[in-house]
């Protein structure tokens, strides 16, 4: 067994004993995504249920989700399973890999009560399964406050444990097979210069692959790109500078597009576009790319398995598509066929942030793309982005933003 192994082992062991939570490991590697786990009686009997019920096995995956998701989130994830239970865990990578995972549940977030009535009876169709209500009375019950800071101290005892790798090591050898496949690009455009014309399709081919998180072909695709950007820059270094930047807008919407954040992406972009100024030459500048592309790529991931998701991903879906028209809750809430306070209550939990506030961020982040094109008037820009009131628009920009939309304009957006 591998020491990272033994000592994610006696944290799970530990912090079961102290806490009276049920603590167990999940192996990435594994098929099934569980390791040496001491089953609780409550899954058990639920999984049970759910094949002789449902004939599948829904939180299957729900757990090796978790886990990353708790990367994204620095290292702790709270998450309810499809029953209505509670979890948390964290993540213990190796060689900048997430190699195992450590899991506390389930137990009670709310009244036991409540939970048998609406979560359990609402999952198994209605149907109230004494068996599986008479193993919830043997559940702890954990007030919210309580269960962050018991999360706080699992992601701790995981940062200590974890036997990591130079994430600095890891880039630099990225960044070697990055530069070998960028100039082997540029030979091949070089050997086939004439009729040269960029292949704008490459971009679309990008965007994807990052919204799926795929880093490998994303980086393959990346590589080509460049190799056309060095080839079509003459030399001019500012004008490959200017070409990246529009490539890091590629990639963060691209990364919205994937399901991260999008206060967090805005908030990397904010950040590299004022680097992408201070570089002086090729090679730093690629260095640099490559943590871009593993950055932008790590914060996709997958939430097909969490509670709500697919209701999540339709109303995420109709937002993106309907920003620029006037949307209220009622809109969406006739949509979804489901009344508006049940509708912002799932949002709430499941984002961490309101509906209304949400559809301003999508606005936004929109309104901010139009404003790097100075030929689009800041009264149309506030119409093309689904703001139908211009000092409206103006005070949301600055809420989001922190600046105002003609001092982000007057910026170029490096503020």
């Not at 190796?94 to 609402?122: C, K, N, S």
């Not at 139908?388 to 809420?399: G, R, T």
């Amino acid at each position: 067994m591998s020491s990272l192994y033994e000592s994610a082992k006696k944290i799970a062991d530990t912090f079961e004993k102290a806490c009276c939570i049920n603590c167990f490991l999940v192996d990435i590697d594994q098929q099934d995504g569980l390791s040496e786990r001491a089953e609780n009686v409550f899954c058990a009997v639920c999984s049970r249920e759910q094949q002789k019920r449902k004939n599948e096995l829904v939180c299957e995956n729900i757990h090796r989700h978790g886990i990353f998701q708790a990367v994204i989130w620095g290292g702790k994830y709270e998450y309810l399973c499809p029953a209505g239970l509670a979890f948390i865990c964290t993540a213990l990578q190796q060689g900048g890999e997430v190699r195992y995972g450590i899991t506390a549940g389930p137990f009670l977030m709310v009244d036991l009560a409540d939970f048998i009535e609406e979560d359990l009876d609402r999952f198994f169709g209605g149907v109230t399964i004494k068996s599986l209500a008479a193993r919830a009375e043997e559940l702890p019950y954990f007030y919210s406050g309580r269960v962050s800071y018991l999360a706080d101290i699992l992601s701790i005892a995981a940062s200590y444990a974890a036997e990591r790798e130079s994430f600095q090591l890891r880039v630099m050898e990225q960044v070697a097979k990055s530069q070998n496949d960028v100039f082997y690009s540029l030979s091949k455009i070089t050997d086939a210069q004439d009729g040269y014309i960029y292949p704008i399709e490459q971009e679309k081919l990008l965007h994807g692959y990052i919204a799926q998180g795929d880093k490998p072909a994303s980086q393959k695709i990346l590589n080509d790109i460049l190799g056309h950007i060095f080839f079509s820059s003459g030399g001019d270094f500012e004008y490959i500078k200017a070409r990246i930047i529009e490539l890091i807008v590629i990639l963060s919407r691209a990364a919205i597009e994937g399901g991260a954040d999008i206060a967090e992406v805005f908030g990397l972009n904010h950040d590299y576009i004022k680097d992408v100024q201070n570089f002086k030459s090729l090679n730093e500048l690629n260095q640099w790319l490559a943590k871009v592309l593993i950055r932008f790529t790590s914060s996709v991931f997958d939430f097909s398995m969490t509670k709500h998701s697919d209701l999540i991903k339709r109303v995420i879906t109709y937002i993106r598509k309907n920003y620029m028209n006037k949307i209220s809750l009622n809109d969406i809430s006739d949509y979804t066929k489901l009344s508006v306070s049940y509708l912002s209550k799932i949002f709430k939990e499941q984002t961490d942030e309101n509906l209304s506030a949400y559809i301003n961020h999508v606005r936004i982040e929109h309104a901010k793309m139009f404003l790097l094109d100075d030929s689009i008037p800041l009264v149309e820009v506030a119409y093309l982005s689904g703001f139908e009131d211009q000092s409206y628009f103006s005070k949301v920009f600055k809420k989001v933003a922190k600046v105002t939309p003609g001092k982000y304009r007057e910026k170029k957006g490096q503020i």
